[in-house]
């Protein structure tokens, strides 16, 4: 009888212990998928940045334009979910790094065909992954732990 007892105690630990995450609702998946999208096309262009590879650089660049275009459309009232006390603040915020990143990728762009200047694009990069930074800090209140 104690055997059976510690088992089920065991089996319900453990699978209590491998959901720790409440499932995704469609939207919030939707969101997860895009920012995968932006963060797999910013490291294309980081290893073609690294590597002198013109054609990664532009797959990355070209990766990064098709994921922004629409981008607050497709996932407005998700972002707004982000925070529920302010969600004005939210999508304007979004809207502002939407413009910014969609900016720097024209520069890089301008720079990949006609400057070929590697530090002006490395420059671009740098600025497109601080907006993605600053959004998140603000959204979704990164923070240091103590």
């Known amino acids: 009888m104690k055997k059976l007892f510690l088992t089920l105690g065991l089996g319900i630990?453990?699978?209590g212990a491998g959901q720790t995450n409440p499932p995704m609702t469609p939207e919030q998946k939707a969101l997860k998928d895009?920012?995968?999208?932006m963060a797999d096309g910013l490291m294309r262009i980081q290893e073609g940045i690294l590597y002198n590879d013109r054609e990664t650089l532009l797959a990355?660049?070209?990766?990064?334009?098709?994921?922004q275009e629409g981008y607050l459309t497709k996932h407005g009232e998700a972002l707004k979910k982000y925070m529920p006390d302010n969600p004005t603040f939210a999508m304007s915020l979004a809207k502002k790094s939407e413009m910014d990143i969609e900016r720097?990728?024209?520069?890089?762009r301008e720079d990949i065909f006609s400057r070929h200047d590697y530090s002006n694009i490395a420059a671009g990069y740098t600025h497109i992954v601080q907006e993605c930074v600053?959004?998140?800090q603000k959204l979704r209140k990164w923070r240091w732990e103590k």
């Open 13 to 15: 630990v453990m699978l």
């Open 34 to 37: 895009t920012m995968k999208s």
């Open 60 to 67: 990355g660049v070209r990766s990064l334009k098709r994921v």
């Open 104 to 108: 720097y990728v024209r520069m890089m």
């Open 134 to 136: 600053g959004c998140h």
